[in-house]
Nanobody
Framework: DVQVRESGGGSAQAGGSLRLSCTASGFTFDEHDMGWYRQAPGNECEKVANFSSTGTTYYGDSVKGRFTISQGNAKNTMYLQMNSLKPEDPAMYYC??????????????????????WGQGTQVTVSS
């Protein structure tokens, strides 16, 4: 089974940093992209960043220049370095193996065509 586990969430001050980690198993890493998503209460699920199987990266406009996605030395580990945190960054952050299809604007809603389940997520809060 494909499994992912997020960690590293917590609280930081605005302008501060946090690093999220994702450990995944149960699939061939060279064959799938991996992404970070987030969802704040009342907001739709947002794709924050993507790390492709060929090493290219994608960032959502809201985090570009502040967040960095990377793969660990062990390919089953992925990180999201979040710098210059803003009051609009607090959310539940999810790591996911692609492909991933957002159902009803909700990150954790499972679509039959998703590759593997959503993880439990890790909460990020930002204090001003």
């Amino acid at each position: 089974d494909v499994q992912v586990r997020e960690s590293g969430g917590g609280s930081a001050q605005a302008g501060g940093s946090l690093r999220l980690s994702c450990t995944a198993s149960g699939f061939t890493f060279d064959e799938h992209d991996m992404g970070w998503y987030r969802q704040a209460p009342g907001n739709e699920c947002e794709k924050v960043a993507n790390f492709s199987s060929t090493g290219t990266t994608y960032y959502g406009d809201s985090v570009k220049g502040r967040f960095t996605i990377s793969q660990g030395n062990a390919k089953n580990t992925m990180y999201l370095q979040m710098n210059s945190l803003k009051p609009e960054d607090p959310a539940m952050y999810y790591c996911a193996v692609e492909p991933r299809h957002i159902i009803g604007g909700t990150c954790s809603a499972q679509d039959p065509t998703d590759f593997g389940d959503w993880g439990q997520g890790t909460q990020v809060t930002v204090s001003s």
